[in-house]
DNA sequence: GCTTATGTTTACTG
DNA sequence: ACAGTAAACATAAG
């Protein structure tokens, strides 16, 4: 699940239940979870710290204290922040407050919190990472592109250009756009270039406000996972194939069959 | 048993 | 230095 659109959605989770709240108890099922520090040294770092607001820079989650260390939250493929009450086998890290309980919680169990000391560096923890997805219009995401060598897919998946976009969403992109994913950046003109930030901010714009890409009937994300999966938009046959390393569908009629 | 899965990192190759 | 691929990570589902 975790793409831009689904932390952005943990975001507003944390944003509501635990910006301004201090946790009075952290609980970690499983402490490979934890980075940078142990479940004693987080619980005691965080009492007598309460949360902040978060803020959200390309996938990654970014919880500070007043004053004290931040939290960092990397979902990787399964993880989640759920609020409430109902246990699930998966949960990996529980914040207590005295309303209730955050749960961090992962299937696969490869994603990470990272603990950043008071005054510590966020960016060493980050790595580099390109601007957020949101804030790359059209002028810019030209900029970005100007002199890259390679396909238009891994450039976009690539998270030191353009923070936030994975999988799903540069399959949509890319389908909205009508251009292969295999392409060459070098081979696009600057018009192809606009349209795929233009389609790029109206996907965010649907996909941010529900929390995921959306998979409905005008969705490319809808036929993810069908056996003979056709194109929403023409009907015709949608391909799938491994494009930068990752399963990648792609309307045959109106997106080619590449280069 | 096999394949596949929303992400990242590392190692290797060109 | 820049890109691409493959494998690894850990686990479930088909």
């Known amino acids: 699940m975790p793409e831009l659109p689904d932390v952005e959605g943990h975001r507003r989770t944390f944003a509501e239940h635990c910006a301004g709240r ?11 979870l934890l980075e940078g520090t142990s479940p004693q ?13 978060p803020r959200r820079r390309g996938k990654w989650l970014i919880a500070p204290t007043d004053g004290g260390p931040t939290l960092l939250f990397h979902f990787r493929m399964t993880g989640e922040l759920v609020w409430g009450d109902e246990a699930a086998e998966y949960d990996a890290a529980l914040f207590h407050f005295e ?16 603990f950043v000391p008071t005054g510590g560096s966020v960016e060493s923890v980050t790595g580099a ?21 390679g396909g238009i897919k891994s450039a976009l998946m690539d998270q030191e250009l353009v923070a936030g976009l994975g999988n799903e969403l540069v399959d949509e992109i890319l389908w909205r756009a009508c251009i292969h994913p295999s392409t060459a950046v070098r081979q696009l003109e600057e018009q192809e270039l606009r349209g795929i930030a233009s389609k790029m901010h109206a996907i965010l714009g649907e996909a941010i406000p529900a929390g995921h890409v959306p998979s409905g009937p005008t969705w490319l994300n809808g036929v993810r996972g069908e056996d003979e999966p056709s194109c929403p938009r023409c009907d015709a046959r949608v391909r799938r194939g491994v494009v930068a390393g990752r399963t990648t569908y792609w309307c045959e009629e109106e997106q080619g069959s590449g280069p």
């Open 22 to 32: 201090q946790v009075s108890r952290v609980e970690i099922p499983d402490d490979e």
């Open 41 to 53: 040294g987080l619980g005691n770092a965080l009492s007598g710290n309460p949360f902040s607001e």
């Open 99 to 114: 309303h209730g309980t955050l749960r961090y919680r992962s299937r696969r169990r490869l994603g990470r919190i990272w």
């Open 129 to 149: 990472l390109g601007p957020d997805a949101t804030e790359v219009d059209a002028d810019r995401l030209v900029e970005l592109l100007d002199g890259r060598r």
